[in-house]
């Protein structure tokens, strides 16, 4: 089974720009979790969807906005960028938790860097 | 403040050593997960534990959730190179489904 995939694997952007990040689950896992790496916070929960809805959200500003695909895909993006949104941004999947532990997979990340 | 601290925060050992690192809250977990992070990549799940008391083995590696389920340790006995890397626990509370809260991570190094 492919595990989950994010494109790009890396990105450079200047501040005020956006940017849009793409995920791809696990076939068959229908909850994607995005998070922010950075070495001063370590990993932050951004949001989380399942069924092309946002279930839950973290303590981000309304710059950082995600959806969902029908096929569970899903997308991230940051707008305005400023120079701390410089981060790993790692997505993750699992089976609807609700019906099991909230066991995540990650993909390799996307590395943001903003000049 | 982190919902999860973890210890040490750095850990630099001889290949054939052994080392404990510790995951500890004041707030109970309905389950807590163990990931290894290498450089540049994703966390890899390492094991998820669910019941108070519980202890799990993978290969070197003992995982054990605390009675109370508040915290956990990660054992690995006769550590090698392979072992190097960023150890994070994660878990959710009942009180905050479907959000995994992380701790910072504990770096091991295990040198030849």
């Known amino acids: 089974k492919a595990g989950v995939t994010q494109t790009p694997r890396y990105l450079i952007k200047t501040r005020g720009q956006q940017v849009t990040l793409s995920c791809s689950p696990i076939?068959?896992?229908?909850?994607v979790s995005w998070y922010q790496q950075t070495p001063g916070q370590g990993l932050q929960f951004l949001f989380e969807?399942?069924?092309?809805?946002?279930?839950n959200k973290g303590n981000f500003p309304g710059r950082f906005s995600g959806r969902q695909f029908s096929n569970s895909r899903s997308e991230m993006n940051v707008s305005t960028l400023e120079l701390g949104d410089s981060a790993l941004y790692l997505c993750?999947?699992?089976?609807?938790?609700?019906?099991?532990?909230?066991?995540?997979?990650f993909g390799p990340g996307t590395r943001l860097t903003v000049l | 403040t982190q919902l999860l601290e973890q210890s040490p925060q750095f850990l630099s050992i001889q290949e054939g050593e052994n080392l404990t690192v510790y995951c500890n809250s004041s707030?109970?977990?309905?389950?807590l997960q163990w990931y290894r992070q290498e450089p540049g990549e994703g966390p890899v799940l390492l094991v998820t534990?669910?019941?108070?008391?519980e202890v799990k083995k993978l290969k070197r590696l003992t995982f054990q959730f605390g009675d109370a389920r508040k915290d956990s340790s990660l054992h690995i006995t006769a550590a090698q190179p392979g072992d190097t890397g960023l150890y994070l626990c994660?878990?959710?509370?009942?009180?905050?489904?479907?959000?995994?809260?992380f701790g910072a991570g504990t770096q091991v190094v295990v040198t030849p």
């Open positions: 534990v669910v019941t108070g008391g």
């Open positions: 993750a999947s699992s089976l609807d938790f609700r019906n099991s532990y909230n066991e995540q997979f």
């Open positions: 707030s109970v977990f309905s389950s």
């Open positions: 994660a878990g959710e509370t009942t009180d905050s489904w479907g959000k995994l809260q």
């Open positions: 076939s068959g896992h229908r909850s």
């Open positions: 969807y399942f069924s092309e809805t946002q279930r």
